[in-house]
């Protein structure tokens, strides 16, 4: 009866303190986050409750196994088993930690400072942080697994005394890993480009949405995804809209005939804008750029916040002003025309006749034919 007893209570005494330790904890973190709804650290640490509860009953198998006399002949096997399932959960739980840590102190600095471009940048760095953090610590805990067992712990001489030649090998075969990795680290901290940047590259335009140490995602305007290495924006030169300040100025080209009414576009351009809710009112004007036999080319500043107001506001001028011109202006549209050219003043204008050819002019030279 105590083979059968001693077992159930170890293990089950376990499970059940567990499950008690672990649900008092998150009422505890239930109360304080409806208590202090300002910051989501409560909140955020409640995503850890299960590796925690699994911290926790590995712990107390593993510190009472002995006394549960269970297996004995396999003790060391499930000691080790327990064992690298403590290391592992305790890496997930820092980890866990870790992140939501992180995550309240951006979360603290988004609401302080209005910044777009300011806190785009602390976003970027906190989300290579959070990555650079459970990279290390799974390397921690793999290397902890590891030196549980003695035949790596009998190795760790060799592998010590043969560090610098494999180093050289790994650094040689790993070169764009790593270089990808450092260019990573030159993105976070040297302000380059964040996530939420507007940018333009190899002639596409997006918006920054995932940095990580190795590779960068751009989504596109058409929700394409572009992903990039790292490393090619710290050594080719690319677009950034939303560098040093958001705000935009946009272009609006139009080829119209020579007796277009500027002054009345101009007074149309303002009407426009005004009627345009993603212009910002800094500035808006209209001028004649070029000229060509047959049209002029016009062209039309206007302003906006950020990249996807100045792109509203052009198309709104564009589409507006040329079916402003086509309803009260039609002349004033591009043409070819097919009139007769004005003559010189003194030369009479030639006499067309049905039954042939016109009359030949005094200065012209006699006509010939075969």
């Avoid at 159930?8 to 208590?35: E, H, N, Y």
């Avoid at 380059?192 to 596409?204: A, K, L, N, S």
């Avoid at 990249?307 to 507006?320: F, G, K, M, P």
Wanted: overall charge positive; charged content about 20%; proline content about 5%.
């Amino acid at each position: 009866m105590e083979n059968v007893l001693r077992p159930l209570i170890v293990v089950g005494g376990s499970v059940v303190l567990t499950l008690l330790i672990g649900w008092a904890t998150d009422l505890l973190l239930r109360k304080a986050d409806a208590r202090h709804g300002e910051t989501p650290l409560w909140g955020l640490l409640r995503r850890g409750r299960i590796p925690y509860q699994l911290v926790l009953c590995t712990a107390l198998l593993r510190g009472s196994y002995d006394s549960a006399q269970v297996l004995e002949e396999h003790r060391v096997g499930i000691g080790q088993i327990l064992t690298l399932v403590l290391i592992g959960s305790t890496a997930w739980l820092v980890i866990r930690i870790a992140a939501a840590v992180v995550e309240t102190t951006y979360t603290r600095y988004a609401r302080v400072h209005r910044d777009p471009a300011r806190v785009r940048r602390v976003r970027t760095q906190v989300t290579l942080i959070t990555r650079v953090v459970a990279a290390v610590v799974g390397v921690v805990a793999v290397a902890a697994m590891l030196l549980t067992f003695p035949a790596m712990r009998a190795a760790g001489a060799s592998l010590l005394a043969s560090a610098g030649i494999l180093g050289i090998v790994a650094g040689v075969a790993a070169q764009s890993t790593l270089s990808n990795m450092f260019a990573g680290l030159q993105i976070a901290f040297g302000d380059m480009v964040r996530i939420g940047d507007t940018v333009v590259v190899d002639g596409e335009w997006g918006t920054v949405e995932e940095i990580t140490l190795t590779f960068l995602t751009v989504r596109t305007w058409d929700e394409r995804r572009i992903t990039m290495p790292v490393s090619y924006f710290t050594s080719k030169p690319f677009e950034n809209w939303s560098r040093g300040g958001a705000q935009m100025t946009g272009i609006v080209y139009w080829h119209l005939d020579h007796s277009a009414p500027l002054d009345l576009m101009r007074e149309r351009l303002r009407d426009i804008l005004r009627e345009c809710p993603a212009w910002d009112g800094r500035a808006c004007d209209l001028s004649v750029t070029d000229s060509t036999a047959s049209t002029l080319q016009v062209r039309a500043l206007v302003t906006a916040k950020d990249a996807d107001d100045i792109w509203q506001v052009r198309v709104t001028v564009r589409e507006q002003m040329i079916g402003w011109l086509a309803t009260n202006h039609p002349y004033a549209l591009p043409r070819v025309n097919t009139a007769d050219a004005s003559l010189p003043p003194g030369i009479p204008a030639p006499v067309r006749s049905s039954d042939g050819p016109p009359p030949r002019r005094a200065h012209e030279p006699p006509r010939t034919g075969r």
